[in-house]
């Protein structure tokens, strides 16, 4: 799956990040962050690209931390 792919399936990204290049692990391909309809409005999944733009992570991330008991 490519960034392209993913623009297609869901549209534009809530927020994204541009390529940079990471010491000794060198260049990223940058990020994007969507919010799945059905999911929680709390949770947000970001697509991690290669330099080539193919996904190569997807994470799972809270967009707002937890009240403290």
């Known amino acids: 799956m490519n960034q392209a792919r993913v623009k297609s399936r869901y ?3 809530l927020e994204s ?3 940079y290049r ?3 692990y060198g260049r990223t391909g940058g990020w ?3 919010r799945f ?3 929680s409005k709390n949770i947000n999944v970001l697509f991690k690209y290669t330099v080539e733009m ?4 997807i994470v799972f991330r809270l967009s707002e931390k937890s009240p403290q008991p």
């Open 54 to 57: 193919e996904v190569e992570w």
């Open 11 to 13: 549209g534009e990204p």
């Open 32 to 34: 994007e962050a969507y």
């Open 22 to 24: 990471i010491p000794i």
């Open 37 to 39: 309809r059905g999911m």
């Open 17 to 19: 990040g541009a390529p």
